[in-house]
């Protein structure tokens, strides 16, 4: 098997390459006979990947990305026992073994054996734990029998790959934000950021039962596109008082839960970036004892931060306004395998049209440099590469 995939080569520029077959391998060297190889039917390029490509987390040069992974099992290792060949599966962007405390406890997004250098390891990512990225045609999953969601039926995944696809990040990393925020019937809620993964929220948030749900954001075009599939936009480039907005829309200044969906290349007004900002507004905008999901990205080191403080992850907070106002809040990657199950169901049975609400569009995985390219420009879509072309269809 030909194997083609994604690489990183240095701020600005990502290349598909010929790259190494996927072998039962660690990423030490070790043989595993726990893990599958997957011929890689759906990939898609996340705005967490695009942190990576601007240059703006350490990752280095060479790095095969992709953590949005959906596919059929080619092969697997002796110990693999509840999967077979030809079953097709979702892949939740957390490595994780089972294991461990985090893992029995369902927080796979910190699992304590996967990374020597900290808690949680991912796919293709910076800083967690090298495992190879699924931007690729083929690839390797380890502990698979624990980390993998088996579609029930091959005929019924494949007419809706195009929703499925995005249980492996960015619908469950939604919907935990919305969890986390505490939304449920009646909730009046706010996300920052139009993106994949703030409408990913927002549709949670509906399918959760909230009564009003709105989006902010400085780009038109995916604020329009959130009016269209049904979210209340507002315009941040019109007024820096986001309460005031938020009190046309609603009649009150104050939302009962936030949702975080940009992280910390976050822009303010005078158009340079204020990594606190968002958060800030969070506290400012949720009422007293209201909760606060974060499901956008920070770093514990960024190299263009526009200061010192930054580039170590320390972020201006006005966080006395949020312990005054009692609210909580709840930050880190999400444990995918938490939802995905509820959420592949909720797709299946016609409730959740995730596809159609981030806009997915299906490109080559050749075409993938440009796919980069243009989400970083801010188009509202969500790119799902095919590296098969199979999806055309």
């Known amino acids: 098997m030909s194997n083609r995939g994604v690489v990183y080569l240095g701020p600005g520029k990502v290349e598909v390459q010929t790259i190494e077959d996927a072998k039962l391998q660690a990423p030490d060297g070790r043989r595993i006979e726990h893990g599958v190889i997957l011929k890689v039917i759906s990939t898609n390029i996340c705005g967490s990947d695009q942190h990576m490509v601007r240059g703006r987390t350490t990752a280095e040069p060479g790095l095969i990305l992709g953590h949005e992974i959906t596919g059929e099992v080619i092969e697997k290792g002796r110990d693999v026992e509840m999967l077979?060949?030809?079953?097709?599966?979702?892949?939740?962007?957390?490595?994780?073994?089972?294991?461990?405390?985090?893992?029995?406890?369902?927080?796979?997004?910190?699992c304590l054996t996967v990374n020597p250098a900290r808690a949680g390891g991912a796919y293709g990512y910076v800083d967690m734990g090298g495992w190879i990225g699924g931007q690729a045609r083929y690839v390797t999953v380890?502990?698979?029998?624990?980390?993998?969601?088996?579609?029930?039926?091959?005929?019924?995944?494949?007419?809706?790959?195009?929703?499925?696809?995005?249980?492996?990040?960015i619908l469950p990393t939604g919907f935990h934000g919305a969890v986390n925020a505490k939304v449920g019937v009646g909730s009046v809620v706010y996300v920052a950021g139009a993106g994949p993964v703030g409408l990913a929220a927002a549709a949670s948030a509906r399918i959760l039962g909230a009564a009003v749900v709105m989006v902010g954001d400085f780009n038109k075009d995916r604020l329009e596109h959130a009016r269209k599939v049904g979210f209340e936009p507002v315009d941040l480039s019109k007024s820096d008082r986001l309460g005031d907005m938020?009190?046309?829309?609603?009649?009150?200044?104050?939302?009962?839960?936030?949702?975080?969906?940009?992280?910390?290349?976050?822009?303010?007004?005078?158009?340079?970036?204020?990594?606190?900002?968002?958060?800030?507004?969070m506290m400012e905008i949720t009422r007293a004892a209201g909760s606060v999901g974060i499901p956008g990205l920070y770093v514990t080191e960024d190299p263009g931060a526009v200061d010192d403080a930054a580039k170590q992850g320390s972020l201006s907070m006005r966080f006395g306004l949020g312990w005054a106002k009692a609210q909580s809040f709840h930050t880190g990657q999400t444990p995918v395998l938490k939802y995905n199950r509820s959420l592949m169901q909720a797709i299946l049975h016609d409730r959740l049209p995730i596809a159609d609400i981030v806009n997915a569009q299906i490109i080559s995985l050749e075409d993938a440099a440009q796919g980069y390219e243009s989400f970083d420009q801010g188009v509202a879509k969500k790119f799902v590469l095919d590296p098969h072309g199979g999806l055309a269809a």
């Open 142 to 169: 380890p502990y698979a029998d624990f980390n993998l969601l088996k579609f029930p039926d091959r005929d019924r995944a494949m007419s809706k790959i195009r929703d499925l696809t995005m249980l492996s990040d």
């Open 84 to 110: 077979e060949v030809g079953d097709i599966v979702s892949v939740p962007f957390n490595v994780a073994c089972g294991r461990c405390r985090c893992c029995r406890e369902q927080d796979t997004g910190v």
């Open 246 to 281: 938020i009190a046309e829309i609603t009649g009150s200044p104050e939302v009962d839960g936030a949702i975080d969906a940009v992280g910390f290349e976050a822009r303010g007004h005078a158009g340079g970036e204020q990594p606190a900002i968002v958060l800030n507004q």
